[in-house]
């Protein structure tokens, strides 16, 4: 098979190569893959120090070729979307556990079900750990990326007031089709606290929307894209800008850890399902052939893009 594999003679550190076609354990399914997307955590930390040779990529969507052997998971023609951490997905082929594996209905398109597993996933779980929302206050910080985009539906479809923060203005309609009901460029604008925040800025954003909790509130660390530093000395986690300190929580939340991928394949299939049926919104706003990606990754990680990448696979 074909695959894009790391090469740092290159500019954008990646060549496309004859590689071995991946060989499934019996609890993987083999998957020829039709579409990838990528994500920033994959660009800016994996890429630029991974092992040459290597073939990176969480994010695909394509056809079952070969189910697992241990009988789990859909079966052979089956549409599917993954995701693996170690990657894998920037290829023709990969293998994927059977349960980090969602069932896509017919004649989705596939791009679109890509954009899925990380971003949506990670949106879909950290709201969870925020807990029920309906009628309270939900601050989304960079909301205009892949998950925040998604955790802005999300919110807004489990009833939450979502307050959404962007430093771009062009981007605020948008946000507000999506489901945001006010839009703000930094939690130091916020009016009235807030019950729950996912954050994907981090650095003085982190620190304000702490600060902005109710008590009872927690705020859910999924990304960082601030190169500052948090204050959270003792003074600083005392400190609140609505009412009492007490009862807060701040927690960090990481797709692939043992509890956030367990039974990953279940929300996939549920997310695959809103997706292909319109009722979320993937915001594809780069779609290309996959030799394009150093393109794509350069767009992204220079924040030209709002929305997810995705590459179509030949």
């Known amino acids: 098979m074909q695959a ?9 550190h990646l060549r496309l190569a004859d590689v071995p076609d991946p060989v499934p354990g019996t609890n993987e399914a083999l998957v020829r893959v039709h579409a990838i997307s990528i994500n920033y955590g994959e660009l800016n930390h994996r890429l630029p120090t991974g092992e040459p040779g290597a073939i990176l990529g969480w ?47 017919e004649h989705a398109d596939l791009g679109a079900i890509s954009t899925i597993p990380v971003a949506a996933g990670t949106a879909l779980r950290a709201l969870r750990r925020i807990g029920p929302i309906l009628g309270r206050r939900v601050l989304i910080t960079g909301a205009t990326g892949g998950v ?15 307050i959404a923060t962007t430093g771009s203005p ?24 807030v019950f729950g925040v996912v954050d994907m800025v981090g650095g003085p954003f982190l620190a304000s929307a702490y600060a902005s909790l109710t008590p009872g509130g927690t705020l859910v660390s999924v990304g960082q894209t601030c190169n500052d530093t948090a204050d959270f000395s003792a003074e600083s986690m005392r400190s609140a800008r609505f009412g009492p300190s007490y009862d807060r929580t701040l927690t960090r939340f990481y797709l692939f850890d043992r509890s956030g991928a367990h039974d990953l394949g279940e929300d996939l299939s549920w997310l695959a399902a809103e997706v292909a049926a319109g009722r979320l919104d993937p915001a594809v706003s780069w779609r290309g052939d996959w030799r394009t990606l150093g393109e794509a990754a350069d767009a992204l990680l220079g924040r030209q893009l709002h929305g997810k990448a995705v590459l179509d696979v030949d």
């Open 4 to 12: 894009l594999v790391i090469d740092h003679s290159s500019p954008d």
């Open 170 to 193: 062009e981007s605020e309609h948008g946000l507000r089709e999506l489901g945001a009901d006010e839009i703000i460029r930094t939690p130091d604008e916020l009016t009235a606290p």
């Open 59 to 105: 994010d695909a969507a394509g056809v079952v070729l070969r189910p697992a052997a241990d009988g789990s998971g859909p079966g052979a023609g089956t549409p599917v979307v993954t995701t693996v951490e170690h990657g894998g997905a920037w290829a023709q082929l990969r293998t994927a556990p059977t349960n980090q594996i969602g069932i896509v209905p």
């Open 148 to 162: 925040g985009r998604f955790a802005v539906q999300l919110a807004a479809r489990a009833g939450a007031e979502v």
